[in-house]
């Protein structure tokens, strides 16, 4: 880790310390940004949890989620803690600009920055930085980052269960971007009393009537394969969001059910906002939809799990995105 050693004699003394995540957190944001907060809160330090934006009701179980500030929502006085904390970690997002309106006031706080992430080509705004795109998820990050400082036995039960949601969601249940040191990582919880049943079913088995209904709709009236390519894609425009109500969590997940598609290799949700286009991509194998991202869609990711937005129209983007697999990747994603 970058500045290590500067970070940990920073943390031996009480700290007003700011925790933020990326725009639209998931539950690797939240895990591993309350994760760090339960940790940091048996050191004494002064706390804050910061997010651009609301969070998935889904997870509203998680110890101290109710504590955590929306930046949209409480503008001013979160721009006055930034200004005034005295480090500042960044969680599960390798730029500013996935911070959305936050970005300008972190840019301007003047205490120590701390990035801890997961994702591909990080930028340059931090003071110390652990950085492994290896890594599952920013809660496996977090959890090697208390283990560098030789204190994993300050876990409470509140930062452990946090973490493990981090390691559960990244990991679609541990199904994929996994590795011998993930499970490492769960075997050393599991012995200091996570339990792995209760969790797992408060976060996958917790659907609401209406999310349900939103899942069968996607899968029955809205998947359309390209089996000419191995590829599958969901479309849902600004009436499909009216109609079901569609908030912040309830598509969590909903692009995985295509990769349950036996010849399926790639799998898009493409939704419409209201002044842009969302693209969420999962992949199989070594099929990289962090490129397919980065080149036409402005966004990037992981391998196999990325993100995009475009400005054109709902219709444009989604021809746009059939063209880009039919033309460029149809030998790829069917050899």
Known sequence: MQNFEQLRELLSSPKRIVITSHANPDGDALGSS?????????????????????????LNWMPEYDKILVYDATMTISKQIIEKA???????????????????????????????DHHLDPDDFADAMLSDTTASSACELVYQFIDMLEDLDSLNAKALDSIFVGLL????????????????????????GVNNNVLTDLVFNSYTTKRFK??????????????????????????????YNIQRGDLEGVVN???????????????????????????????????????????????NASGGASRKSLRETVDLFKKVILEEYKEELTK
């Open 214 to 243: 939103l899942l069968g709709y996607c899968i029955y009236e809205c998947l359309e394969l390209l089996k000419e390519a191995n590829t599958g894609l969901i479309v849902l425009t600004q009436a499909d969001y009216k109609r």
């Open 34 to 58: 309350l994760g760090l907060y339960h940790y940091l809160a048996t050191k004494g330090h002064r706390l804050t949890v910061i997010m651009p934006t609301p969070m998935p009701s889904f």
């Open 86 to 116: 005295e480090i500042i970690f960044s969680l599960d997002y390798n730029s500013l600009s996935r911070i959305d309106s936050m970005e300008g006031a972190l840019r301007d706080a003047k205490g120590y920055k701390v990035m801890i």
């Open 257 to 303: 059910f295509i990769l349950r598609i036996r010849q399926i290799r790639c799998a898009a949700i493409i939704t419409e906002r209201r002044d842009i286009v969302k693209l969420s991509l999962r992949s199989k194998g070594d099929f990289s939809v962090q490129a397919i991202c980065s080149k036409y869609f402005n966004g990037g990711g992981h391998l």
């Open 169 to 192: 969601t990244d990991t679609g249940g541990f199904r994929y971007a996994t590795s011998p040191r993930l499970f490492r990582i769960v075997a050393d919880m599991l012995e200091r």
